[in-house]
């Protein structure tokens, strides 16, 4: 029987996966931008997002384990997943648009549907919730630099 944190980090993996279509010419891109001066922790970001992942799959995890099959648990696996691929689309679509205005909508649309999954799940359990608040407070710092270099950058908005 396949257990059901296979099935959610084999999800996870593949949504990541079909993220990595990026060029170089993207990460040039990308690279040659200019950063606000108080974003001295970016090279931390990468850990910031493994730590979230991490989170937000133990959170579905959660949910999942506490009424397996129902249509209830398959509606908020959905939510979970909507969340996953809105938040594995910001670089590459941002990227291949060569757009910081798109990377803003799509984080910000990020921070809304994990706000809404907190608030669905929280019914269910307060601990699948709060392993969404990195989440939450991450993506808005995130969003919040996007939408900071749009202003630095203004021939890429």
């Known amino acids: 029987m396949i257990k059901s944190w296979m099935v959610i980090g084999s999800v996870a993996f593949l949504v990541a996966f079909a993220s990595t279509r990026i060029t170089p010419s993207d990460r040039q891109w990308f690279r040659h931008l ?8 970016e090279g ?11 989170c937000g799959a133990w959170s579905a995890y959660m ?11 398959c509606l908020m696996m959905g939510l979970y997943l909507l969340l996953e691929i809105f938040t594995i689309a910001y670089t590459p679509v941002m990227f291949r648009l060569r757009s ?9 649309t990020g921070f809304i549907i994990c706000l809404l999954v907190t608030f669905a ?6 601990w699948a919730a709060l392993l969404l608040v990195p989440y939450l407070l991450w993506s808005f710092i ?10 630095i950058n203004r021939q890429n908005v």
């Open 100 to 108: 910081l205005k798109v990377g803003t909508i799509l984080g910000g």
């Open 63 to 73: 949910i999942w384990e506490y009424n397996p099959g129902s249509n209830t648990t």
């Open 44 to 54: 931390a970001i990468p850990l910031i997002w493994t730590v979230i992942f991490i």
């Open 121 to 126: 799940v929280l019914s269910v359990s307060i």
């Open 142 to 151: 995130g969003t919040y630099t996007t939408w900071e270099m749009i202003h």
């Open 34 to 41: 200019q950063r606000p001066r108080w974003l001295t922790f």
